[in-house]
């Protein structure tokens, strides 16, 4: 049978202590990893999570990190190597919600706080990770973008243009690091069904469903399922991919 197995690798989720990073960190540990759950404000909730894979049998950590600052990564990447070791996986997770309203009604401090926490929370990591797994010969990077990013809806000026240009870096890192081994790529979930935030029958909801092929939305652990999947070897001949987990609603074409 095939499976995926990550034994021995270290993998850091940043945004780990919220609803979708929860679920990638607890696949993550069932494959085998060692996970560094990454956080900003919610220090009691991730070290619940880090408590609770490590009676899997691996070892876990709870780390601080203000993904919008470089120095704040690369204190964080230390530490993470000073107690689980260098990473292999970083799933680049975290994102600074807001409210959605039109062009000329949006904050530019909007705009710049979706640049900081989807570009540069990126480059920052791979600034702090990418030169270990290139020693190493092996890494995956992989950043949660979102369905929004190809359908550029009105009212999600911010947050599209913001997962555009977070799409525009990791293609050309992609391009970049890959003869060391590594492989760089995206998964862009739609409207997903999580812990808080379950399925229901409002009828905007049921008009979203409506558009999508599969005719439901999608949950939490099937985002995880396909972070998992790129995570190992199983994905070893794939890199610089956008792969929408939205049931059809998006679709790339060629």
């Not at 003869?179 to 979930?189: D, F, R, S």
Request: proline share 2%; charged share 20%; glycine share 12%.
């Amino acid at each position: 049978m095939i499976g995926i197995d990550l034994s021995g690798k270290v993998a850091v989720v940043t945004g780990g202590s919220g609803e979708l990073g929860r679920v990638m960190v607890r696949t993550l540990a069932r494959a085998g990893a060692h996970v560094a759950v990454g956080y900003l404000g919610n220090q009691a909730k991730a070290r619940e999570l880090a408590d609770e894979v490590a009676a899997l049998g691996v070892r876990a950590v709870a780390e601080q990190v203000d993904v919008t600052d470089l120095a704040s990564v690369t204190a964080m990447r230390d530490r993470v190597a000073g107690s689980l070791g260098a990473a292999d996986i970083i799933v680049n997770n975290a994102v600074i919600q807001y409210n959605w309203v039109s062009v000329l009604e949006q904050g530019i401090e909007d705009y710049e706080s979706q640049f900081r926490s989807c570009v540069l929370h990126n480059v920052h990591m791979a600034k702090a990770f990418v030169p270990a797994m290139r020693e190493k010969g092996w890494g995956r990077v992989i950043g949660i973008n979102t369905e929004c990013a190809m359908q550029c809806v009105g009212g999600q000026s911010a947050y599209a243009s913001a997962k555009r240009g977070m799409d525009g870096v990791l293609r050309v890192l992609a391009r970049e690091v890959g003869e060391g081994g590594i492989t760089v790529n995206q998964v862009a979930p739609g409207w997903t069904v999580s812990e808080n935030r379950g399925a229901g029958s409002s009828e905007g909801e049921m008009e979203y469903v409506r558009r999508i092929p599969l005719r439901r939305r999608g949950t939490d652990q099937e985002i995880a399922n396909v972070v998992a999947f790129l995570a190992s070897d199983l994905a070893s001949y794939i890199t610089g991919a956008y792969i929408p987990v939205s049931g059809g609603n998006v679709m790339p074409t060629i």
